[in-house]
């Protein structure tokens, strides 16, 4: 691995923790630890953008369950 590579990776490690942070300061930890299962969707998509993944229907039919997923967690109403 070059130590430009490990730059960059260091660089967008360090965007995403404080961006994390961040959304855990505007919306609590409980909703933003789901972008941790959105994550993988994301990275799917910019793989296909950037380095021509192909989706496979599996991959699809996953990413479709990670999302959807989300959002019946996040906009279930809460019985308190």
């Known amino acids: ?3 430009r590579s490990c730059t960059w ?3 967008a490690a360090s965007l995403r923790s404080v ?3 961040k959304l855990i300061e505007r919306v609590g930890a409980n ?3 789901f972008t941790a299962v959105a994550i ?3 990275a799917m998509v910019l793989s296909t953008v950037f380095e ?3 989706w496979t229907i599996t991959a699809a039919i996953g ?3 990670a999302l959807a997923g989300n959002y019946l967690a ?3 109403k809460r019985e308190d």
């Open 31 to 33: 909703r933003a630890s």
């Open 1 to 3: 691995m070059s130590p």
């Open 40 to 42: 993988p969707v994301v």
């Open 9 to 11: 990776r260091s660089l």
């Open 63 to 65: 990413a479709a369950l």
């Open 52 to 54: 021509g993944y192909r």
């Open 74 to 76: 996040l906009t279930a």
């Open 19 to 21: 961006a994390y942070f």
